[in-house]
């Protein structure tokens, strides 16, 4: 019995005149280690809105609506860094590789959880003949840079980027056509081969033209 206390005793002393482990949190700011995995951050330039990493959040962390209604239509990322487990998926599999990383943010503790969502919005494509989605515009471009020459063997493709100067007043035309012609289902015609089309409408024009 004499010996454990004994030992327990020592264990105490050298606790003492040690230096300690704990960290002055929080009147010093915690330093984290080089590779921490912290609040995921969203780069706006670098982010294209396709959603790869909404797909692969194993947490529902990251959603995303798509906005028909919105003038222009739009691609709403949400984030509720609230639910993420910090896992590294959206950084690893993000299609730009620079759209989302993990910050060394640590200090996110709230009383408000409404305060730890984030939307982040980007103008969608939407087919010019049935107004399906065809995407987000900033991937349509982001596709097309990759693509470089080979993007001319896809007219909407070209059409999209050229979007790029499209008004205001254009896109809300566009958005209003393409309700109509949603309701009338119309036929393909030769003109729609300079149109953005949706893959649908193009496998229609490809097999009826
Ligand atoms: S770190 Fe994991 S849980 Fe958090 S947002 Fe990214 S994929 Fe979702
Ligand atoms: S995968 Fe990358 S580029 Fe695509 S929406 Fe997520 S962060 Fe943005």
Redesign the pocket.
């Known amino acids: 019995m004499r010996w454990p206390k004994l030992r327990e005793l020592k264990e105490a002393v050298v606790a003492v005149i040690s230096p300690r482990f704990t960290t002055r949190f929080p009147a010093k700011p915690c330093q984290v280690p080089e590779r921490y995995?912290g609040k995921?951050e969203f780069d706006e330039k670098e982010c294209i809105g396709c959603g790869a990493?909404v797909n692969?959040?194993?947490?529902?962390?990251?959603m995303m609506i798509d906005d028909l209604e919105a003038n222009p239509p739009v691609r709403k990322i949400i984030?509720r860094?609230d639910?993420?487990?910090?896992?590294?998926?959206?950084?690893?599999?993000c299609t730009t590789q620079k759209g989302?990383k993990?910050s060394d943010k640590w200090d996110l503790a709230t009383l408000d959880r409404e305060t730890t969502k984030e939307i982040h919005e980007h103008e969608l494509q939407i087919c010019e003949k049935c107004g399906a989605i065809v995407g987000v515009k900033k991937h349509l471009a982001w596709i097309y840079e990759r693509l470089g020459p080979l993007a001319y063997t896809n007219p909407s493709l070209v059409i999209a980027q050229s979007e790029n100067l499209t008004s205001q007043k254009k896109i809300s035309e566009l958005t209003q056509q393409a309700k109509q012609t949603q309701e009338t289902k119309a036929e393909a015609v030769a003109g729609d081969f300079m149109k953005i089309l949706c893959p649908s409408c193009k496998y229609e024009l490809n097999i009826r033209l």
Do not use: W
């Open positions: 995995r995921p990493c692969v959040c194993p947490t529902q962390s990251l984030q860094y639910s993420c487990i910090f896992c590294g998926n959206c950084q690893e599999n989302i993990l």
